[in-house]
């Protein structure tokens, strides 16, 4: 359960890293396509289930997880890709204590087009070109078991 059989299909995710030398680096990969629906996610009052299993979704997950463990790697002072931007801790209206480095360039791959809210492809009633931020999203129909997450 939960792979994809021989007539379904997932979509992967990923993020790289490329350095000044074109050097990449895998750093985050995530799949999935599903997320629960609106009735599960409230049913879920402890908190113990993945609300949004979306690829684009688990990648963002484990690339925070990676930028996590490379602030670790940073502050004791081994290589690390953050770099210190300045002294102190982080205060609102400030740049941020830690930053990526310059010379690094963050690319995401994903194996199909992103749904809802982080869709960009325009409808044929649209202007081309247009963005779809203003569209009404397909679960606002009211159903209780279209996805929590849009």
Same mark, same amino acid.
């Given at each position: $359960?939960? $792979? ?7 979509? &992967? #995710? ?17 799949? +999935?396509? $599903? ?17 949004? +299993? ?5 990648? @963002? @997950?484990a ?6 463990r ?5 502050? #004791? ?12 801790? /982080? ?13 690094l360039?963050v ?10 809210? #982080?869709?960009?492809? /325009? ?14 999203? &397909? ?8 996805? #929590?997450? $849009?």
């Open positions: $359960k939960g $792979k994809p059989t021989e007539h379904e299909w997932t979509v &992967l #995710a990923g993020i790289v890293l490329r350095d000044a030398c074109d050097g990449l680096r895998v750093v985050a990969v995530g799949t +999935g396509t $599903k997320c629960l629906t609106a009735s599960a996610a409230a049913r879920d009052t402890a908190g113990w289930r993945v609300h949004d +299993g979306h690829a684009e979704v688990t990648t @963002r @997950r690339f925070r997880l990676f930028l996590c490379e602030l670790e790697r940073a502050q #004791a002072g081994e290589p690390s890709c953050l770099r210190r931007t300045r002294e102190g801790p /982080a205060q609102v209206g400030r740049e941020p204590p830690w930053a990526l480095d310059h010379s360039r690319y995401l791959y994903s194996s199909a087009c992103p749904c809802g809210d #982080a869709c960009t492809v /325009a409808t044929s009633s649209a202007a081309p070109g247009a963005l779809l931020r203003d569209a009404p999203s &397909l679960a606002e129909d009211g159903s209780e078991d279209q996805p #929590a997450c $849009k």
